[in-house]
């Protein structure tokens, strides 16, 4: 049993008709709520929620800081490959793209460690592009020992693994997990990923069923917003989260919101979302899921990113590069896509405590890991 029969018992046009036919009075009630449901979420997301949107701010606001307090973590993206054995219509690392490919060699990637160290980051996002024989868990082997002599939280945004794999790569540090479903839509699915592994929705969509059977510490889940209405694709991330949340309890979770950027390729007639619309998304999620991670990327503005510092979300990236080799070198060339914060992360810094918060360098499960057991004894 996995996610994929949840996936199945649910209609996506039967979800749309019930999301859409929300009304003020649903908005109302789920407000009215200290513990959402799956319906009440919907309702937040519905067109009728939109009129209360000051309200969900004020309460997302609240929340956020009650359970995370006056702190916003900082993470940073490293790209080992640009390498790429699929062809996805909204991706620059696509196969059918006439790009330089490269993949970071064990001294390249040391470089690149260092030169992210020195700008104070603990937290390390690893990205590649989907390639199985080259840029597998071979390669996975080699570089992470490497990794992790400088960051003490690794995360993982590559391909779809096995179990038995994931149970290895924890075993040299790898601490969490990030896998999109891109959209939860399977015949949507199948337009944008025409070539490749990558094309088998199910192998993708039961991948954070195998990481909680290795018992990672943290998964990441989202949908690109852009391919399908952003109402409904996250209608069943949540589903997904919930169905994560009561199995593979001892994990964290957190949520991304991507939305699609410029690209080699790109897509035409994309399903775009306002800046309002993307607020809303936020404080829907926060509402629904207050002790669950919300993580902003530098894909959206620095005006906007400002001002959802407070609101919701609980991680950031920031100085991000998005081809490899971007640190250490500086080119800026063969990015996955096109970045709009492209602040010094100590601007970015700066502007968190401009907001009464404080920046957080290092995942605070490592920081409890590090004090010395008496910190937790009991007082005689």
Same mark, same amino acid.
């Given at each position: 049993?996995?996610?994929?029969?949840t996936? /199945?018992?649910?209609s996506?046009?039967?979800?749309?008709?019930?999301?859409?036919?929300?009304?003020?009075?649903?908005?109302?009630?789920?407000?009215?709520?200290?513990?959402?449901?799956?319906?009440?979420?919907?309702?937040l997301?519905?067109? +009728?929620?939109?009129? #209360?949107?000051?309200?969900?701010?004020?309460?997302?606001?609240?929340l956020?800081?009650?359970?995370?307090?006056?702190?916003?973590?900082?993470?940073?993206?490293?790209?080992?490959?640009?390498?790429?054995?699929?062809?996805?219509?909204y991706?620059?690392?696509?196969?059918?793209?006439?790009?330089?490919?490269?993949?970071?060699?064990?001294?390249?990637i040391?470089?690149?460690?260092?030169?992210?160290?020195?700008?104070?980051?603990?937290?390390?996002?690893?990205?590649?592009?989907?390639?199985?024989?080259?840029?597998?868990?071979?390669?996975?082997?080699?570089?992470?020992?490497?990794?992790?002599r400088?960051?003490?939280?690794?995360?993982?945004?590559?391909?779809?693994?096995?179990?038995? /794999?994931? $149970?290895?790569?924890?075993?040299?540090?790898?601490?969490?997990?990030?896998?999109?479903?891109?959209?939860?839509? $399977?015949?949507?699915?199948a337009?944008?990923?025409?070539?490749?592994?990558?094309?088998?929705?199910?192998?993708?969509?039961?991948?954070?069923?195998?990481?909680?059977?290795?018992? &990672?510490?943290?998964m990441? =889940?989202?949908?690109? &917003?852009?391919?399908?209405d952003?109402?409904?694709?996250?209608?069943?991330? $949540?589903?997904?989260?919930?169905?994560?949340?009561?199995?593979?309890?001892?994990?964290? #979770?957190?949520?991304?919101?991507?939305?699609?950027?410029?690209?080699?390729?790109?897509?035409?007639?994309?399903? %775009?979302?306002?800046?309002?619309?993307?607020?809303?998304?936020?404080?829907? #999620?926060?509402?629904?899921?207050?002790?669950?991670?919300?993580?902003?990327?530098?894909?959206?503005?620095?005006? =906007?990113?400002?001002?959802?510092?407070? =609101?919701?979300? %609980?991680s950031?990236?920031?100085?991000?590069?998005?081809?490899?080799?971007?640190? $250490?070198?500086?080119?800026?060339?063969? /990015?996955q896509?096109?970045?709009?914060?492209?602040?010094?992360?100590?601007?970015? +810094?700066?502007a &968190?405590?401009?907001?009464?918060l404080?920046?957080?360098w290092?995942?605070w499960?490592?920081?409890?890991?590090?004090?010395?057991?008496?910190?937790?004894?009991?007082? /005689?």
């Amino acid at each position: 049993m996995s996610f994929y029969t949840t996936w /199945e018992q649910n209609s996506w046009d039967n979800t749309r008709l019930q999301l859409y036919s929300k009304n003020a009075a649903d908005v109302e009630t789920a407000l009215n709520k200290k513990h959402l449901n799956t319906d009440d979420f919907m309702a937040l997301l519905s067109p +009728a929620a939109e009129p #209360y949107l000051p309200f969900m701010a004020e309460r997302s606001q609240q929340l956020t800081r009650q359970r995370f307090g006056n702190t916003l973590q900082l993470f940073i993206p490293l790209y080992l490959s640009n390498l790429c054995a699929n062809d996805c219509s909204y991706c620059g690392f696509s196969m059918s793209n006439r790009l330089k490919r490269k993949t970071l060699s064990p001294i390249e990637i040391e470089q690149e460690c260092q030169a992210i160290k020195a700008k104070g980051f603990d937290t390390l996002l690893i990205v590649t592009g989907e390639h199985e024989t080259k840029v597998g868990i071979d390669y996975f082997r080699q570089a992470l020992p490497i990794i992790k002599r400088y960051f003490s939280y690794v995360m993982f945004e590559v391909q779809p693994l096995a179990t038995h /794999e994931y $149970a290895e790569l924890r075993t040299l540090g790898l601490d969490a997990v990030m896998v999109y479903q891109e959209t939860y839509q $399977a015949a949507t699915y199948a337009k944008h990923h025409l070539k490749g592994k990558k094309r088998d929705f199910r192998w993708r969509l039961e991948t954070p069923d195998r990481l909680g059977e290795c018992g &990672i510490d943290k998964m990441g =889940l989202g949908s690109l &917003i852009g391919l399908e209405d952003w109402r409904i694709d996250s209608t069943f991330t $949540a589903l997904h989260l919930d169905y994560l949340r009561r199995r593979y309890w001892r994990s964290r #979770y957190s949520l991304s919101f991507p939305r699609l950027r410029p690209c080699a390729g790109g897509v035409d007639n994309a399903k %775009t979302i306002s800046d309002k619309q993307l607020v809303q998304l936020i404080c829907a #999620y926060r509402l629904r899921f207050p002790d669950v991670e919300l993580s902003l990327s530098t894909r959206e503005q620095q005006a =906007l990113r400002d001002g959802l510092f407070r =609101l919701g979300v %609980t991680s950031v990236s920031a100085e991000s590069k998005t081809q490899p080799g971007g640190y $250490a070198n500086g080119k800026q060339e063969l /990015e996955q896509f096109s970045i709009d914060d492209d602040r010094p992360v100590s601007e970015v +810094a700066q502007a &968190i405590k401009a907001k009464g918060l404080q920046p957080v360098w290092q995942d605070w499960l490592n920081e409890l890991s590090a004090m010395p057991p008496e910190t937790f004894s009991s007082p /005689e």
